[in-house]
């Protein structure tokens, strides 16, 4: 029987942990060097949407709405249930053209979608006051998860499928014997495995220099807030606000609590490095007057939103690879080890198919998807050197909502 080991315990590693016991190919272990959700996962947006701008974005995230459907079924008795409300891109005159191109791929792949105006979407959520010149682009499929249902309700699935999730399990390197990974090393000694996936998000870079692998990926904060109670439910669905800076979407900390949920980057903020697999999230903070401007960026789009206040804000990572691309693959020069970083602002919308194709490659299947846009092995070594090496602010790196 072969020997799984996992690294991550986010939305990303706890799917892929999951798709592997579901296929019943041999033991599953997950190793999370805090609790589970501890990173980034337990602090998204949990929004999905299919229509992204790449042929392999498209067919895979096309996989992951079926799942996230999948997962409904399945997760619903752990308290979790995908909400299929659709996801609204918006776009002004001027960024619709770039938009605009990309319909005929989704025509050849046949994504559904719906290009609505202004008053068409008026008329459709009676909550949403998009501008006369602002145009929709809806994807029926997308909606979003709320991540502290999906990500405890998925973990403790995993557990009941048999994986062993070990929490405060650090793992301080690979274990490698004739150049090819047979194991992890941690704290408590080393952990052999047949193969080792590593899904450790912001703190790729990090580990995988430990390894001798430099991947090109740069991080960034990001944060989204809570708005106090609703008297009722908003009549809108999940919005990607391209003209107005944000996404916007309706939130549920109970099936009678309705509130708001908010979220932007800061653009002019320099990249956050992770040189220390003892990070932590929970150090990070946000700019006070991103709150303010939250507001006055969306209300106008949904004026609901002025009858609340924010009430909670999650700041955690975002990390861009060096073309904006996820990065899922094995490393040719570290066989044994598939890796999976760098999903930009859509790694929760991404994690049920990156766990499958994780758990694929892991278990030597062929992917669902080609891949090969992902690999880690695209990108030249210097061209991964010089970008590791300079600092950049948001704003440089690739514009990916969700
Ligand atoms: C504010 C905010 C809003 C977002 N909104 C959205 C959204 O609406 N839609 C969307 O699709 N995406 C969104 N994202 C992005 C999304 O959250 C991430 O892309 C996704 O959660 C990444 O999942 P992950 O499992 O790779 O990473 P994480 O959830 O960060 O998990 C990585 C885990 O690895 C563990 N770890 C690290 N090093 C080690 C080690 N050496 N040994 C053991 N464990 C280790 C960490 O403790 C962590 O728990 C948002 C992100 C933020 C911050």
Redesign the pocket.
């Known amino acids: 029987m072969s020997r799984f080991i996992v690294?991550?315990?986010?939305?990303?590693?706890?799917n892929a942990a999951y798709q592997l016991a579901r296929k019943k190919v041999g033991s599953v272990t997950l190793?999370?060097?805090?609790?589970?959700?501890?990173?980034?996962?337990?602090?998204?947006?949990?929004?999905?949407t299919g229509l992204l701008w790449s042929e392999t974005g498209v067919l895979a995230r096309t996989i992951s709405l079926r799942l996230y459907q999948e997962l409904s079924a399945d997760l619903e008795r752990y308290g979790y249930q995908f909400q299929d409300v659709g996801c609204l891109n918006l776009f002004d005159a001027s960024s619709w053209a770039e938009r605009e191109a990309l319909l005929p791929l989704y025509d050849r792949l046949g994504f559904g979608y719906e290009v609505l105006d202004a008053e068409q979407m008026r008329g459709r959520w009676p909550d949403l006051r998009p501008e006369a010149d602002q145009i929709g682009l809806h994807d029926a499929l997308g909606g979003?998860s709320e991540?502290h249902e999906f990500v405890p309700a998925l973990a403790r699935r995993c557990r009941d499928l048999g994986v062993e999730i070990r929490e405060n399990?650090?793992?301080?390197g690979l274990e490698t014997r004739n150049g090819r990974v047979v194991g992890v090393q941690t704290d408590l000694g080393t952990l052999e495995a047949d193969a080792v996936i590593c899904?450790?998000?912001?703190?790729t870079v990090t580990?995988m220099a430990q390894c001798g692998a430099r991947l090109p990926i740069k991080s960034f904060v990001?944060?989204?807030y809570v708005s106090s109670k609703l008297p009722e439910a908003a009549a809108i669905p999940a919005i990607n606000a391209n003209p107005q800076g944000g996404?916007l979407r309706p939130a549920r900390l109970g099936t009678t609590d309705f509130r708001l949920l908010a979220?932007g980057e800061t653009e002019n903020r320099s990249e956050e490095r992770v040189e220390d697999?003892s990070f932590?999230?929970a150090g990070l903070s946000a700019p006070a007057s991103l709150r303010a401007q939250l507001t006055a960026n969306l209300t106008p789009l949904v004026p609901k939103l002025g009858q609340t206040r924010w009430e909670s804000e999650?700041?955690?990572?975002?990390?861009f690879s060096l073309d904006g691309e996820p990065i899922l693959g094995k490393l040719p020069q570290l066989p044994g080890l598939v890796v999976?970083?760098a999903?930009?602002?859509?790694?929760?919308?991404?994690?049920p198919v990156a766990g499958l194709l994780l758990a694929q490659l892991a278990a030597e299947e062929r992917p669902s998807v080609d891949i090969t846009s992902f690999s880690p092995a695209r990108f030249a070594a210097e061209d991964s050197a010089a970008y590791l090496a300079k600092t950049v602010v948001q704003a440089d790196a690739f514009r990916r909502r969700?």
């Open positions: 690294i991550g315990g986010g939305a990303i590693g706890l190793l999370e060097k805090g609790q589970v959700g501890d990173g980034s996962s337990s602090r998204a947006g949990g929004i999905i979003y991540p399990a650090r793992v301080n899904a450790v998000h912001a703190w580990f990001h944060q989204r996404y979220g697999l932590h999230m999650q700041v955690g990572l975002i990390s999976g970083a999903f930009h602002s859509g790694g929760f919308a991404y994690s969700h």
